[in-house]
């Protein structure tokens, strides 16, 4: 049976642990399907993975809406999470909602946006027109200049922000939110107030699930990998087998373990 945001609720409210890669195109997306893969996330990634620029920010609404179609053909079981670059929802929830339906018209299941407190109104407005989001806290890639650099987020005073923001999101209506690279223990804090699944990438074991971006996972970006991540294809005999060894040691708690993690 296919994985929906009622799977998602009750494998939380279970302990059983969520799993999200990213993807891009049909093969691979068939492939990490065939894996028992939660969700695949057609992330702004791309920018970095697929066309090579430093950051998310110069992925437009159309690129992100091609590597949607490309991938929502390839599956049959996992959910398909779209992602709303930078710059098409931040105008106004009009905005926001006239992009996510495109996405969802190119095969994305629900959608993924940057932002806590700050984009309560927006999340509500979609939701309310029947649309599934999740929001993403902590780092935020499209803000990295904002940030000063791809930093760990919510640590010390900034941590009590972070809780706002998780609670605001969970309130507005997301299905699920995505911690990036915040402290375990405020990762653990967070998904124990909240009632929808944590989706962490560098944020610790504790969350409900994880994510990670494939070419990280797989070994084969040529830049610099985050710390957060682990090369699966190390000892592998195929990208099935990589894959599928990701799938059972989030399921099992070996990853992430406390190398792939922040204090
Ligand atoms: O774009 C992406 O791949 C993401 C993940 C890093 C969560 O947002």
């Keep these: 049976m296919a994985v929906t945001v009622t799977t998602m609720k009750k494998m939380k409210a279970d302990k059983d642990k969520i799993t999200w890669l990213t993807a891009y195109d049909y093969s691979f997306a068939s492939l990490i399907d065939g894996q028992g893969v939660d969700a695949i ?17 110069p992925v437009t609404i159309e690129q992100s809406c091609y590597h949607t179609e490309c991938v929502a053909r390839g599956v049959t079981n996992t959910m398909v999470v779209g992602d709303l670059p930078f ?20 095969g994305a299941h629900t959608v993924k946006l940057e932002g806590g407190e ?42 009590k922000q972070l809780i706002e923001d998780a609670l605001g999101v969970e309130q507005a209506g997301a299905f699920a939110v995505v911690l990036e690279a915040v402290p375990q223990n405020l990762a653990q804090e967070i998904t124990e107030r909240l009632n929808i699944p944590t989706i962490g990438i560098g944020a610790g074991p504790a969350c409900d699930g994880q994510v990670l971006v494939l070419q990280d996972m797989l070994g084969i970006y040529p830049k610099r990998s985050p710390k957060f991540s682990k090369n699966y294809m190390q000892g592998a005999e195929s990208v099935q087998n990589a894959v599928g060894r990701y799938v059972s040691e989030v399921k099992e708690g070996i990853f992430p373990a406390e190398q792939h993690s922040f204090n």
């Design 118 to 159: 700050l984009q309560i109104e927006t999340i509500q407005f979609l939701v309310e027109r029947g649309i599934a989001v999740c929001a993403h806290i902590g780092l935020t890639p499209q803000s990295v200049h904002q940030l000063g650099g791809f930093k760990v987020q919510g640590r010390g005073a900034a941590a």
């Design 41 to 57: 996330l057609v992330g702004d990634s791309l920018g970095m993975v697929m066309q090579g620029h430093d950051t998310p920010i």
């Design 87 to 106: 710059g098409s929802y931040q105008t106004s929830k009009e905005q926001a909602y006239e992009n996510a339906v495109k996405l969802m018209q190119s």
